[in-house]
């Protein structure tokens, strides 16, 4: 079974552009939660999706947004982007239902520079 | 408080020994519990998962719950030099749709 994937695995931008990373989740798990990940602060929930539905959002401002489609696959959304959001922004997708729900499996990420 | 707390290391143990990770956290309702392994440049790697009291062993890792302290930890025995790497504590809050993890502690395992 393919493990989760994410596009672009690397990207370079300038301040006040704005970027859309996505993630593809494992076959048959159908909620998606994304994180950002920097030195100082470690990995920090952005926000969790099931069912095209946002059930749960961390502590980022309203331009990071994010969305999930029928086919379970996300989006998150970064506008007028600061050079504090350079950081590498993880995908996880979890299966829901089972008694193993909430083990989340992270994709290899989308590292994003700002300049 | 942090949510999820963790020494940040860096722990140092020598090949064979065993190496103990500690993490607290804050939410009493947490009921889903997990040890990550993180390498350098790598994603997140799920290598345990504890749902209740006691010990759960899985190998050479041992993970420990003890919800009226609110205590995990993870042990690793006979630990190897690819044992390595940052080691994120997670928990589960209340409401089951949002994962806090640790800020990480990292493992040195020299041969």
């Known amino acids: 079974k393919a493990g989760v994937t994410q596009t672009p695995r690397y990207l370079i931008k300038t301040r006040g552009q704005q970027v859309t990373l996505s993630c593809s989740p494992i076959?048959?798990?159908?909620?998606v939660s994304w994180y950002q990940q920097t030195p100082g602060q470690g990995l920090q929930f952005l926000f969790e999706y099931f069912s095209e539905t946002q059930r749960n959002k961390g502590n980022f401002p309203g331009r990071f947004s994010g969305r999930q489609f029928s086919n379970s696959r996300s989006e998150m959304n970064v506008s007028t982007l600061e050079l504090g959001d350079s950081a590498l922004y993880l995908c996880?997708?979890?299966?829901?239902?089972?008694?193993?729900?909430?083990?989340?499996?992270f994709g290899p990420g989308t590292r994003l520079t700002v300049l | 408080q942090k949510e999820v707390e963790q020494n940040s290391g860096p722990l140092s143990v020598p090949e064979g020994a065993i190496a103990s990770l500690n993490c607290t956290y804050s939410?009493?309702?947490?009921?889903?519990f997990f040890w990550y392994r993180q390498y350098s440049g790598k994603s997140p790697e799920l290598i345990m998962s504890?749902?209740?009291?006691g010990d759960k062993e899985d190998g050479r890792f041992t993970a420990q719950l003890n919800k009226a302290s609110q205590y995990v930890s993870l042990l690793i025995r006979d630990s190897q030099p690819s044992d390595s790497a940052t080691y994120l504590c997670?928990?589960?809050?209340?409401?089951?749709?949002?994962?806090?993890f640790g800020a990480g502690t990292r493992l040195f395992v020299k041969a």
């Open positions: 996880a997708s979890t299966v829901v239902g089972l008694a193993t729900s909430n083990e989340q499996f």
């Open positions: 076959s048959g798990h159908r909620s």
């Open positions: 504890i749902y209740s009291n």
């Open positions: 997670a928990v589960v809050n209340t409401g089951g749709f949002k994962t806090i």
């Open positions: 939410d009493r309702g947490s009921q889903s």
